[in-house]
């Protein structure tokens, strides 16, 4: 697990977040509205993503290497292809397997793959260039429920800590457990097994929960009054509306274009 | 569980998102009417201890284990509201930072995993204590049961909302999630089981403070039972029939009228290019090709410039 934010210095990097954020929701809102098989449409969508790419010196093998985790759920529309609408061709695979596959159902299933794979990628962006703190003031300056926003800054703040916190409980539960190398077999009955682990989540729950009261103590130490103390926002200035006007227009350009070409 | 963007339609994902937002700010004021100023650090460091308390597992059988979600021993530790956003929080940072779950389809991954896997954790697990009384045993039995029906029920809502969008057929998408998600819910019943074993011993308070009320809540009782009921009834029939869900969605404007209205908003233009589709598609990849070459033209030359400034410096 690792944090996502890549320290590189990139033009894009330098953008203020609210400009990031609307972008990546208004270009993943239109990619979603996209119809199947509109390629010109698909096209133009990366090659805008591959020059943010390049611009925002994440490097490609960055950017697609965290992409790839996002596929295994491309299994949910696989069956698309097979139980598409008509037409359906018999396709004969090394002689004896005979695959029905329907041309629509194809198109879907890429369309929704490539689909998703940009949307991915969008994400990546704009987590990857631009810092938590930025993340969570833009949100907040584009007025989501300041409550919720601070619970999720609370979050990220201890998140490190208790992952570090779990992984030594975990160290400690293997070097209890006489494994083997090699043996995948550890000690005791599955349900054995679960007992341990559940006895590790209690135990995290617990140390938790008594965690929140220290911070809890603590915030109140600092003067604390139930509202937390917002950071200054970078100025939405000119510039910034020239580029959310731009990010509506391009995208509903493009997004007109796929409707136009797609089926 | 995390369904990606692209394999929601948008009127399936925009309704989500909206009972979302809903549930999600009822949940906001309840718990800040329950927890006050405590609110803010109480729910985000037990959203960080169910994030970090994903990463637990223990082998099963082979390469295979079980690991926990967490929104069913959330629910019985914390009580329904807080949970809601305490397992909202850790979707919402699942998607927004390690890409775990789709922005747009967040609304359908907090609907799934914060709301029914809670509100249905929260109907059976009082459910199961009034029958299973307040022995250990009982208490544990429920725990478990609680856990595997909030994991299998969450995974029937994903796949009714994937055959709904039009993804995965409804006799392949719902037999396939619930099958996966039975066994999944087995280690999470278990470690759910566990952990309640685990506080029992060290802090029963813990678990009788947020289960003990009967009075209030109603509304989520009602409202997990009727999910729990409504998607374990609904899902054989929209798998045995598939068309069943199309009829469903066609009838309210979901599938048909939503999409094709807009895109005949838009009769037929007459553009040069683009009503070819194969010329269209030429002409974007050359665009596409100058766009980025010229990008990367600009980069490189800016980029040039920036070590004969430092050498100067040096």
Request: with cysteine.
């Amino acid at each position: 697990l690792l944090e996502i934010y890549k320290p590189v210095s990139s033009p894009i990097h330098q953008l203020e977040a609210r400009v990031k954020i609307i972008f990546t929701l208004v270009f993943i809102i239109a990619i979603s509205f996209m119809p199947s098989g509109a390629w010109p449409a698909y096209i133009l969508i990366y090659s805008i993503i591959l020059s943010l790419i390049i611009s925002s010196n994440l490097g490609m093998s960055f950017v697609l290497k965290r992409a790839l985790l996002a596929t295994p759920f491309v299994f949910a529309a696989i069956p698309l292809i097979i139980y598409g609408p008509e037409p359906v061709v018999q396709t004969r695979i090394f002689e004896f397997i005979v695959i029905p596959i329907s041309e629509t159902g194809f198109l879907r299933f890429l369309s929704i793959a490539i689909k998703s794979w940009m949307s991915v990628q969008l994400a990546i962006i704009l987590a990857a260039t631009t810092h938590f703190a930025d993340l969570m003031g833009g949100f907040r300056a584009l007025k989501f429920p300041a409550i919720f926003i601070s619970t999720i800054e609370l979050m990220w703040r201890y998140l490190f800590l208790i992952i570090e916190e779990t992984s030594r409980l975990i160290r400690a539960r293997s070097s209890r457990s006489t494994t083997i190398s090699g043996n995948r077999k550890s000690g005791g009955s599955v349900f054995w097994r679960a007992q341990v682990t559940g006895g590790m989540a209690g135990s995290l729950f617990l140390r938790s929960i008594e965690r929140s009261e220290r911070v809890y103590a603590a915030m109140l130490a600092r003067g604390y009054n139930g509202t937390p103390i917002e950071r200054e926002n970078q100025a939405f200035g000119k510039e910034e509306w020239w580029l959310t006007i731009a990010t509506i227009l391009i995208s509903g350009f493009i997004l007109f274009i796929a409707i136009l070409t797609g089926v | 569980m995390h369904i990606p963007d692209g394999f929601l339609s948008v009127p399936v994902s925009i309704v989500l998102w909206l009972i979302s937002i809903v549930v999600i700010a009822k949940a906001l004021k309840n718990v800040r009417f329950e927890l006050g100023d405590k609110q803010v650090p109480l729910m985000g460091v037990l959203a960080a201890a169910i994030f970090a308390g994903q990463m637990l597992n223990f082998s099963v059988t082979g390469g295979t284990s079980g690991h926990l979600l967490g929104a069913a021993l959330a629910t019985i530790l914390l009580g329904p509201w807080s949970a809601v956003i305490v397992m909202t929080s850790v979707v919402s940072v699942q998607a927004l930072l390690f890409q775990d779950g789709g922005i747009l389809a967040l609304g359908a991954n907090i609907f799934n995993m914060a709301i029914i896997g809670v509100f249905v954790s929260f109907f059976m697990f009082r459910l199961l204590k009034n029958f299973a009384g307040k022995s250990r045993e009982g208490l544990l039995i429920s725990g478990f049961v609680t856990a595997w029906i909030s994991i299998f029920i969450a995974s029937l809502a994903c796949a009714i909302q994937l055959a709904l969008s039009g993804t995965s057929p409804a006799n392949i998408a719902i037999p396939a999630m619930a099958a996966i998600h039975a066994l999944i819910g087995i280690g999470e019943g278990l470690i759910t089981a566990g952990a309640l074993a685990f506080l029992l011993a060290t802090r029963k308070d813990l678990i009788e403070s947020t289960t003990g009320k009967s009075s209030n809540h109603t509304e989520i009782l009602v409202g997990g039972g009727l999910i729990a009921v409504v998607l374990a009834v609904m899902s054989p029939i929209a798998s045995s029939n598939p068309d069943g869900l199309e009829w469903v969605a066609e009838q309210q404007g979901f599938l048909g009228t939503a999409q094709d209205s807009l895109y005949n908003i838009m009769p037929d233009y007459v553009m040069p290019g683009i009503n070819d589709p194969s010329l269209a598609t030429i002409i974007a990849g050359i665009i596409g090709v100058l766009i980025v070459f010229s990008v990367s033209f600009g980069i490189a030359r800016s980029e040039k410039k920036v070590p004969v400034r430092e050498e100067v410096r040096d």
